[in-house]
């Protein structure tokens, strides 16, 4: 069994057999398959518009913002893993994960930051290397004490408190004849795995946030794989270990999941076509992670005080949501929701027809009933949850369009006051509606 390491705990021996592992790739002929930049290129043809869907004229192919997304990374990796066991001669070698999600791996890892390295990548945000702490929130605050805290807060938001069913999670459904544009994105791929995109990513030297901030760039930082094997660590801690009373069921069933099927080369230059479901059990792959704590685990803001009822007196003054919407979200905004009923109850928040320019980095948060205004906290009960995007291309038009719904938690009168914060610049994003609706019953396990 493969044990896949953190990367602030390797040994030097390890970052060796890495750094050797990567500079072999990045020596193989240029056609070979598993040439370094051949493997990068997987992932922008997968997730750049590269590909039609077969049969289906010009609709082109996404991976992202789907129920694929965890899938397709798992078998991403898989592969290339393999390949640097192979071109090293060590089957038994595990990449590293940075285990972004604890406060002692908030930096970017050691050995990715020694421009000597094969692990090295120039294009990356100057102003993000350590000791600079990870911002999951991309809320740019100074505070690293409340970074930390606002990063323990989403993680717990993404993977326990804000999910009411197992697409909540995964992401909704991605079918053959779907647009690729209009499709919605899971909790934790639109927060943390979005977030550490956008921070790595240099937005500031490059045209379009390269490497690691745009989908046909970045495979080709070394720092990628290592964040989405943490990003596949975070879906078996989901599977597996963590409490089940919020969704009891997280298996997806339906047969246009389990029979997606993808293409990859192997160690030996193959081409095999693996499906997704033959990845759902990491253990039957051969690998697994090492443990190490989740601080987040347990990391419930406070109760909003008062049963959360508005207490500020300008709260009373703001408009119905039906008065503004469709809004273009420029700024900060706030307006009242109607709740499906008095008190409390299993409620969901839907912004609906959220469309985007996709050629930008766009993210916005959304609190609910938030009685210090502080958009830079994120670790109270006021935060909601977040919808964000890597920038990438579309065939249609650079356009998408979509919907994502966010688990009420606290207890509400009848009225809510629902606030959105833009973390981007400038134009990119308009939403066609807002409501709540009641939550179905969840299936018991394994019914």
Not at 379 to 384: E, R
Request: proline share 7%; hydrophobic share 35%; aromatic share 10%.
């Amino acid at each position: 069994m493969k044990i896949r390491p953190s990367a602030h705990r390797v040994s030097p021996e390890y970052m060796f057999k890495f750094n050797t592992a990567i500079d072999r790739m990045k020596r193989l002929p240029k056609d070979d398959p598993r040439n370094f930049m051949q493997q990068a290129n997987i992932h922008c043809a997968y997730c750049n518009g590269a590909y039609d869907q077969p049969g289906q004229g010009t609709l082109d192919l996404q991976i992202h913002n789907s129920w694929l997304f965890f899938p397709f990374h798992r078998w991403y990796l898989y592969f290339y893993e393999r390949i640097l066991g192979k071109l090293i001669g060590d089957p038994t070698f595990a990449l590293p994960f940075w285990n972004w999600d604890n406060p002692k791996g908030m930096t970017m890892p050691p050995m990715f930051v020694d421009p000597k390295s094969s692990l090295y990548d120039k294009k990356r945000n100057q102003e993000h290397l350590p000791p600079a702490v990870v911002d999951l929130g991309l809320t740019n605050s100074t505070d690293t004490l409340q970074v930390v805290a606002n990063n323990l807060t989403i993680m717990y938001s993404e993977m326990i408190r804000g999910n009411s069913d197992a697409n909540d999670f995964m992401g909704q459904a991605y079918r053959e004849g779907d647009e690729s544009s209009a499709k919605a994105a899971g909790s934790s791929e639109r927060g943390s795995h979005t977030s550490v995109h956008a921070w790595v990513g240099d937005f500031k030297d490059q045209p379009s946030g390269e490497d690691m901030g745009n989908f046909y760039s970045a495979g080709r930082d070394p720092l990628f794989y290592c964040h989405h094997a943490n990003v596949d660590r975070m879906w078996t801690l989901w599977q597996y270990f963590l409490p089940s009373n919020k969704v009891p069921d997280k298996r997806i069933t339906d047969t246009d999941f389990l029979n997606t099927a993808f293409l990859f080369y192997d160690e030996n230059a193959q081409l095999v076509r693996v499906t997704v479901k033959d990845c759902l059990d990491n253990l039957r792959m051969g690998y697994d992670f090492e443990r190490i704590d989740l601080p987040w685990l347990d990391y419930r803001p406070p109760r909003q005080s008062a049963r959360a009822k508005i207490n500020r007196a300008s709260s009373a003054a703001a408009p119905k949501a039906a008065t503004l919407f469709p809004l273009t979200l420029d700024g900060v905004v706030r307006f009242q929701v109607d709740k499906t009923k008095k008190g409390k109850a299993d409620e969901s928040l839907v912004l609906e027809d959220i469309k985007v320019d996709t050629t930008k980095l766009l993210k916005f948060d959304v609190f609910v009933n938030d009685e210090d205004d502080n958009p830079g906290e994120l670790d109270k009960a006021a935060y909601l949850g977040t919808y964000a995007q890597v920038p990438h291309k579309s065939a249609n038009n650079n356009s998408s369009t979509s919907s994502i719904k966010l688990k009420l938690t606290e207890l509400y009168d009848d009225t809510i006051v629902v606030t959105l914060v833009p973390r981007h610049q400038g134009p990119g994003v308009t939403i066609g509606g807002i409501k709540i609706v009641e939550n179905p019953p969840a299936p018991a396990a394994g019914s």
